[in-house]
């Protein structure tokens, strides 16, 4: 039998996949910024690889990380927030009142007191975990692993049809 008659045979039928969510986390690197456009920044407070979205801060730029950093800690910075942009190429006062020219990311986060090391990339990304003939196995299946599982669910898959990604 040949594979066109194979998945010819299965059109219409079901399979049902159990789906969880893997964490993608990678530390940051400032050169690789336009190549990682679907992760999203993230600054830790943590060394843990775990990613907490309750714990961990988002960012859509640097001076609003900054703030949000701050807030959270109830502080002040050490130096009034001004914009990455606006500073990039010009010195500026560090944590212990050097001058410090900004030319990146490493010093701008220096000169408000955070480690770039607590930068990171994360994505969320849907994983097959497993495949089961009907939906009362896989149900089954998710009931009995859940708590191995990140965000878990079941999902139809038709045969003969490319999954989706």
């Given at each position: 039998m040949t594979s066109e008659a194979i998945v010819a045979q299965f059109?219409?039928?079901q399979l049902f996949a159990i789906v969880e969510t893997k964490i993608e986390k990678y530390p940051y690197a400032e050169e690789n910024d336009e190549y990682m456009p679907d992760f999203l920044r993230v600054y830790s407070e943590s060394t843990e690889m775990d990613y907490d979205p309750h714990e961990d801060m988002t960012?859509?730029?640097?001076?609003?990380?900054?703030?949000?950093?701050?807030e959270?800690?109830?502080e002040q910075p050490p130096v009034p927030v001004r914009?990455?942009?606006?500073?990039?190429?010009?010195?500026?006062?560090?944590?212990?009142?050097e001058k410090v020219l900004i030319d990146g990311v490493v010093s701008y986060l220096y000169?408000?007191?955070?480690?770039?090391?607590?930068?990171?990339?994360?994505?969320?990304?849907?994983?097959?975990?497993a495949f089961c003939?009907?939906?009362?196995?896989?149900e089954k299946l998710l009931e009995?692993?859940?708590?191995q599982l990140r965000d878990p669910?079941?999902?139809p898959i038709l045969l003969g049809k490319l999954l989706e990604r």
């Open positions: 059109d219409g039928q960012f859509d730029s640097w001076e609003g990380l900054v703030r949000k950093v701050y959270g800690r109830k914009s990455f942009d606006e500073l990039l190429g010009q010195e500026m006062d560090g944590q212990e009142g000169c408000y007191g955070l480690e770039s090391a607590n930068l990171y990339w994360v994505r969320e990304v849907p994983v097959y975990a003939a009907t939906r009362q196995e896989a009995e692993n859940r708590d669910k079941v999902q």
